[in-house]
């Protein structure tokens, strides 16, 4: 399949060349027809499978085939769940856009900055917006933008939108959008109360779903290793020494462990930086410039991270805390392997965590080798599981049981009291 039999222009055609794309992606093949059509979409789209470019190409078509007036009015809203998201699409979709349409005003509005540049930036309008849900409404409030205009909506990511707590938000901008619009719905899981955003906003939608073939697949080994909570940092470190790993993401659960990691591997020689949501816009992007331009080799995260960072070339994803949940670990993994490239995701797993991990490989029907470092073998035990045999033992936590979990606090509070993650 090639990009010249999905109905697009010659200027796309020849961005797309410029840009270096060979061959669409099966999302690619399925959307673009799609959405040229004017329908809805529903997709399933993994991270990686090129999704921004199956909605971002034929939108510019659609908006080359209508001019824009003067001044402009809004014609494509992109709602994305975070600012590194809405930062990415819109520089995408710039790149994207043929040489014709350079003049095309693509803002990106995102919250944890200061409203009032956003604001200057929209003086005169713009014709695509890239935003953040609770920021774009804030604009609206400031009548720094209309939505009334907008003829194709796009949701990125809806799993993480409502994950995020945006659907109130989401709500609030569909009661402002005009009802006839077209509606391009995309998230990588669908859970239920994404089936049901899904059935209110899309009207006969053409529904892609990528077929999990071999080929399909992202390539990535998944790999855990089982240690002692305690001696995480160590194998960390040790691992980072035998293997010639470029860069590497890794997991941690709390802002805490992202900055005391980072610091740790750091004084030990370790080009490391934490990154985490409660950094300023100015220090994550700087953070994360670094990683990009490989003048850190390792990024301690927590989950902030775990969706829509595209980071060319990330061989190795390291879960040091297991996710909270098994579509978490999607997210998480998902930032290797990317367009083509093949990468490894390792999972810690400690007799305290080990329940909970077998939950992950039974959702994803994975089953990893459980794998032992010499030097770093696991003493600790863990405590007879049930019949079930996913409950975590008593002594760490009560996982998954509602309202006798231990705050986080609590947790810090016992990580500080064992040393961890000091080793
Ligand atoms: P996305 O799923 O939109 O985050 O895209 C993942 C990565 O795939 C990005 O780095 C894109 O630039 C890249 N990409 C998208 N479409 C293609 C294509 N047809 N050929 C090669 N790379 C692509």
């Known amino acids: 399949m090639s990009f010249s039999s999905l109905g697009l222009s010659p200027a796309i055609l020849l961005a797309v060349a410029e840009h270096g794309y060979a061959a669409p992606t099966p999302v690619q ?27 971002a190409l034929p939108l510019l078509q659609l908006l080359q085939d209508s001019p824009g007036e003067k001044p402009r009015r809004l014609r494509v809203l992109v709602l994305v769940p975070t600012r590194e998201l809405a ?27 200061s409203i009032n540049p956003q604001m200057m930036d929209l003086r005169g309008g713009a014709d695509i917006v890239v935003a953040t849900p609770g920021r774009l409404l804030d604009l609206i409030e400031h009548n720094a933008l209309s939505i009334a205009a907008v003829s194709s909506l796009v949701l990125d990511e809806a799993d993480r939108l409502l994950d995020m707590g945006f659907a109130d938000e ?15 719905f995309f998230s990588a899981t669908f859970p239920p109360a994404v089936h049901a955003l899904a059935a209110r906003m899309l009207h006969q939608p053409v529904r892609i779903a990528i077929p999990a073939l071999e080929q399909n697949q992202p390539d990535i080994e998944q790999r855990a290793i089982m240690v002692d909570a305690g001696r995480r940092t160590q194998l960390l470190r040790h691992l980072l020494k035998e293997n010639k ?11 805490y462990a992202a900055e005391h990691i980072a610091d740790k ?19 994550r992007d700087e953070v994360l410039a670094d990683f990009k331009a490989s003048k850190l080799q ?20 390291l879960n040091y805390d297991l996710p909270r949940s ?41 089953k990893c ?26 002594d760490n936590s009560n996982g998954g049981v509602k309202g006798k979990r231990k705050s986080k606090k609590d947790k810090l509070r016992e990580a500080a009291a064992r040393g961890e993650p000091d080793n």
């Open 87 to 113: 930062q990415q699409t819109a520089e995408a979709m710039r790149l994207l856009a043929p040489a014709g349409q350079q003049a095309l005003k693509i803002a990106a509005l995102f919250g944890g900055v």
């Open 29 to 55: 093949v399925a959307a673009i027809p799609a959405i040229l059509g004017g329908g809805d979409v529903l997709a399933a789209a993994q991270t990686g499978s090129g999704k921004t470019a199956a909605f």
């Open 369 to 394: 080798e459980r794998e032992q470092i010499p030097g770093f073998e696991p003493v600790a035990t863990a405590a007879p599981a049930n019949a079930a045999g996913a409950a975590p033992p008593a």
């Open 245 to 255: 790993w470029g860069r590497v993401l890794v997991f941690v659960a709390t802002k």
């Open 326 to 366: 098994a579509v978490d670990y999607t997210h998480r993994i998902g930032r290797t392997g990317r367009a083509g490239k093949s990468g490894i995701a390792i999972s810690f797993v400690s007799a305290d965590t080990e329940a909970h991990f077998r939950l992950i490989e039974k959702r994803h029907q994975l």
């Open 298 to 317: 390792v990024l301690v995260a927590t989950d902030v991270a775990a969706r829509g960072i595209d980071i060319a070339q990330l061989p190795v994803v």
């Open 265 to 283: 591997l750091h004084r030990a020689g370790i080009k490391a930086g934490a990154f985490h949501g409660e950094f300023s816009q100015g220090a």
């Open 170 to 184: 989401i709500g609030r901008i569909l009661a402002l959008l005009p009802r006839r619009r077209q509606n391009l």
